[in-house]
């Protein structure tokens, strides 16, 4: 402790206000040191020198050591369209982007921390909303062209542009916009917010899949070239069937220790099992305890797993019908038996969720919050108190993915002990989703509804979007100025122990007022054969190969 105190002194000289803040809060005893690591990795506190140490993981300590001659074969989810870094949505998308392309930062799901890629070092103004990077020089795109901030700036004002079809759209709106990324240099970038954002380093980095640094004078398509500054190269793409990438020689960083790796598609997840059980891939990708069963307790296999933010939000409309008394929303929420769907349904490859986003991973997660369990009478009383003790009936519409048809029926069974009958409608994710907006969309307009949400690094996404009043992905039709401003104030403050003190209400509000219920946070989770090492993965589904070995 005390060497790791010696160095944070040693970093005040070159730290600002705000940096200079998280560590005086460390110091008084008011931050924890896994606290101060990840607030340390979002304020840029870790990027000046001598700070490495501190935060340098495993995997990247562990990437020098011994060579291999072998292909790496992975087994993968069918995309859905065309790749591309600007439109990407889809699970199978962001392993195949990551192998040639990078991001100014890379979000380590392990540590749930921030670490330097093509940004050497970012740093905030004390408002929060000015961010100043420092571009990585030396570096060069695939086709020998070298990498500045004009094309740092060019990358993120086309993901902001609302007529470039950006799938980050939703995420930066409010954030940044169209122009509010300049290039000062060559090697300095600045990102103008639009409004103050403590958690911005997170939007800029592998956390967002589409935040990858394209060329400035890139005009696409994407699938020609891939092109990029990351440890491979495109060999060769056929759509719908897989793509192989070989080792880029002019890498900047360390060299990839296996020259080739094949990516195989699949349409479904019975014919990656099939590979994998046949030892025709290496790798299997997207694999769910609720598909793949067979590979959880053979020796040949190692199940790698990850916490994330993965989970199932069931909303109720706030806004009419039966749901509109917050003590109905409470009473379906108490039927559910939480531990025992995740030791079932994920077999253990889980936690379990409290009704709101923040996920205990989450550096700002306040455990105080009781947890709460199963209580039939419970939801009996409240059922009583809305006026309707004879319970009520209704229709939980959702889409045909992963465990979720399941997770359906265990509701449905649960809720039938207090009285609440609930019919099921399991559409196929197009048919759910619909155009997106509402009056279009089976998951915007259902009174009751189940949507499986991705992994993110930090809840801002899932507290803005499906629950701030207007928000685009509001199914609940959530509206609530309290709970507007306290979200408003937890994105911008850049105080770690405001952050942490505002979270803890925002869970006590939603825990209280219940327009989404959340039964648990998924693992992330891949399975590798035994005699393959060095893979890492991301719960935001990318793949890093590059230090990975068979035998």
């Not at 380590?108 to 070092?121: I, K, Q, V």
């Not at 994330?308 to 749901?323: A, L, N, P």
């Amino acid at each position: 402790m005390k060497s790791s105190n010696h160095l944070l002194q040693r970093l005040r000289t070159g730290a600002n206000d705000l940096q200079n803040h998280a560590i005086d809060e460390f110091l008084a005893g008011r931050l924890s040191r896994r606290e101060l690591l990840r607030a340390g990795s979002v304020l840029g506190l870790w990027t000046l020198g001598g700070a490495i140490s501190l935060t340098t993981s495993q995997a990247v300590r562990a990437a020098e050591v011994g060579n291999t001659n072998a292909t790496i074969r992975v087994g993968h989810p069918m995309p859905s369209g065309a790749i591309d870094p600007l439109t990407a949505f889809d699970v199978a998308s962001p392993a195949l982007l990551n192998q040639s392309g990078e991001y100014l930062i890379n979000a380590d799901g392990e540590t749930a921390m921030l670490h330097p890629a093509l940004a050497l070092s970012w740093r905030s103004n004390t408002a929060g909303d000015v961010w100043t990077f420092k571009v990585r020089q030396g570096v060069r795109f695939q086709d020998g062209q070298p990498l500045t901030a004009k094309d740092v700036a060019a990358t993120f004002n086309r993901l902001t542009d609302p007529h470039s079809g950006s799938a980050a759209l939703a995420l930066l709106r409010g954030v940044l916009s169209k122009g509010g990324t300049v290039a000062r240099d060559n090697q300095t970038i600045e990102f103008h917010l639009d409004s103050p954002n403590g958690s911005f380093p997170w939007y800029v980095s592998s956390d967002t899949v589409n935040a990858v640094i394209l060329p400035a004078n890139f005009q696409g398509p994407y699938e020609k070239s891939f092109i990029g500054t990351g440890p491979y190269r495109l060999e060769r793409y056929q759509p719908r069937l897989g793509a192989s990438f070989v080792r880029n020689e002019s890498y900047w960083g360390p060299k990839a220790r296996t020259p080739r790796v094949e990516f195989k598609f699949y349409g479904d997840s019975q014919g990656q099992l099939l590979a994998m059980q046949g030892r025709q891939v290496d790798v299997l990708t997207r694999f769910t305890v609720h598909g793949g069963l067979a590979l959880l307790h053979e020796l040949e296999f190692r199940v790698m797993g990850a916490r994330s933010s993965t989970h199932r939000q069931i909303h109720m409309r706030t806004d009419q019908g039966v749901f509109k008394d917050k003590r109905v929303r409470q009473a379906l929420a108490l039927v559910l038996d939480r531990d025992t769907i995740v030791r079932g349904l994920l077999q253990g490859r889980g936690v379990v969720a409290n009704d709101h986003p923040f996920a205990p991973m989450f550096a700002t997660f306040d455990p105080s919050l009781k947890q709460k369990t199963r209580d039939v009478d419970g939801a009996r009383t409240r059922l009583a108190a809305a006026g309707l003790p004879n319970g009520f009936s209704a229709t939980l519409t959702t889409e045909a993915f992963l465990e979720m048809p399941d997770l359906a029926v265990v509701v449905q069974n649960a809720a039938k002990d207090a009285g609440i009958n609930l019919s099921l409608r399991v559409e196929a994710q197009e048919a759910y989703y619909g155009s997106g907006t509402a009056g279009k969309s089976d998951w915007l307009d259902s009174p009751l509804g189940m949507t499986d949400y991705a992994h993110r690094g930090v809840p801002d996404a899932f507290l803005r979007g499906p629950l701030m009043s207007g928000g685009a992905w509001n199914a609940a039709r959530y509206a609530n100025p309290q709970y507007d401003s306290l979200v408003k104030r937890y994105i911008g403050t850049l105080d770690v122990a405001e952050q942490k003190q505002v979270a803890g209400q925002i869970e006590r509000l939603l825990a209280d007022e219940t327009p989404l219920i959340i039964p648990y946070f998924a693992d992330s989770l891949i399975v590798t054969r035994a005699d393959v090492s060095g893979v890492r993965a991301t719960p935001m589904a990318q793949l890093y190969l590059d230090q990975a070995q068979v035998g």
